[in-house]
């Protein structure tokens, strides 16, 4: 049995694989909340929670002064713009106010919850010497630290922005449907001679309309996960192969083009140029949805509420109000689109962060094993040779440097994994 355990990136290129690296990943994150002391856990989430509900009441109430404000503006009446301008002060410092308290509750949230799993994976990382002991796919990169430092950052981040985001936009929905069903109405429209009622027509089109720009941004952007993870790997990559030079001493040899070391520097920099490269293409397909829905979605409002407001049965302020209704239930439905890179850059990390997680697993699970074949491991910790560099435990038992450009922290010569 080989003294080593395999990290495995697998859930880029399987959906079934991803879901099992995302459930591993929640079952150590989701500590944060179930350890000991976890009170201030659920304090910080209910005060995201309590702000969002809040920001959600400003804005309803934003859109009724748009309706009264657009109204008076259409009156000429200048007492009640005035009135309208005062009270826009009291709502819109409101607003300020519990969007300062919202991004500190949010950060908190994120900087408890990093600072807790980091610790949890170093914790795991270090004990036992195991760090000694992980074993890499050929393809992956090879520093476990950038997972730890970068990915898990990454991955405690966005999820809490992403479950304050979906639970603004369901609220969103709830509320602001209401409004476009109640001030949008029927309409009647004439076709070939006859008059046809459409029922809750704003309601009908945003959903029409939210639901055709999510698929589109679904399958523009199919493969920008997998871009992601394979930009992230690159980058990790990178880094790793940099400072494994440096701590071999060899940073003298990489000056000149033609030395092995500088081929497989720039041929791994090459490959994260490659990687930035296609995600930029991602980006720029992803971009043509979401740039056009910004720019379209106010003018489709207008559009949509100008018959009414043509025939009289629909005032200025209504369709001012049914317009940002209208921007606001788009919006939310269209959550993805606007999330759509976040949320792969997520999952990436997610599933990174993850295959770690198996892979410590793997120790838990036959570590006495690995004492009885490793038993130098043990005793490895602190032992270093005159370079201060780390040291290796051969089959044959003796003690050395890894001795290849990207060495494995394994036996050397056991080809073979768990």
């Known amino acids: 049995m080989a003294c080593s355990s395999t990290i495995t990136d697998t859930p880029s290129h399987s959906p079934d694989a991803g879901r099992f690296l995302a459930a591993r990943f929640w079952r150590s994150a989701s500590g944060f909340w179930r350890a000991p002391g976890a009170l201030g856990a659920w304090l910080l989430t209910a005060a995201l929670i309590a702000c969002t509900v809040l920001q959600l009441a400003v804005q309803y109430r934003l859109n009724y002064w748009s ?26 410092g409101a607003s300020i106010l519990v969007a300062v308290l919202s991004v500190w509750a949010r950060m908190t949230t994120q900087r408890k919850w990093r600072a807790w799993l980091t610790r949890h994976l170093i914790d795991r990382w270090l004990s ?13 990169d090879r520093n476990p630290e950038y997972r730890i430092a970068e990915d898990a950052r990454v991955a405690t981040d966005a999820p809490v ?31 070939f001679g006859h008059v046809l009622t459409v029922p809750k027509y704003l309601v009908i089109t945003v959903v029409v309309y939210s639901a ?22 690159a980058e990790a990559q990178f880094r790793s192969i940099a400072s494994n030079l ?67 049965t629909m005032s200025l302020g209504q369709a001012a109000q049914a317009v940002a209704a209208f921007v606001m239930v788009q919006t939310a439905l269209n959550w993805l689109v606007d999330n759509y890179p976040g949320l792969a850059e997520c999952l990436s990390s997610v599933n990174r962060v993850g295959s770690l997680l198996l892979a410590l697993d793997e120790f838990d699970r036959d570590g006495a094993g690995r004492k009885e074949a490793c038993p130098e491991l043990s005793d490895l910790s602190g032992q270093r040779d005159q370079g201060d560099r780390p ?19 394994v036996a050397p010569g056991s080809g073979h994994q768990d």
């Open 67 to 92: 309706r009264d404000f657009f109204d008076a503006f259409g009156r000429r009446d200048g007492v009640t713009l005035r009135v309208q301008a005062l009270l826009f002060l009291l709502l819109a």
């Open 246 to 312: 440096r701590e071999r001493g060899a940073v003298g040899l990489v000056a000149g083009d033609g030395t092995p070391q500088h081929r497989s520097l720039s041929g791994v920099f090459n490959t994260v140029i490659g990687r930035w490269s296609d995600l930029c293409a991602q980006f720029m397909r992803t971009t043509l949805v979401s740039q056009g829905n910004i720019l379209a979605a106010p003018v489709i409002g207008w559009v949509l509420c100008a018959p009414k407001y043509l025939v009289g």
């Open 212 to 233: 055709l720009l999510t698929l589109a941004m679904t399958v523009i952007g199919h493969r920008m996960v997998h871009v992601i993870a394979e930009k992230n790997a």
């Open 128 to 140: 036992n010497d195991r760090f000694l002991q992980l074993h890499f796919q050929q393809s992956e």
């Open 391 to 409: 040291c290796v435990v051969s089959e044959s038992g003796a003690v050395g440097q890894p001795g290849s450009l990207y060495p494995h922290i």
């Open 161 to 191: 922005s992403m479950a304050a985001g979906v639970l603004t936009a369901l609220l969103n929905v709830v509320i602001f449907v209401g409004i476009l069903w109640n001030v949008g109405g029927d309409l009647d429209v004439a076709v």
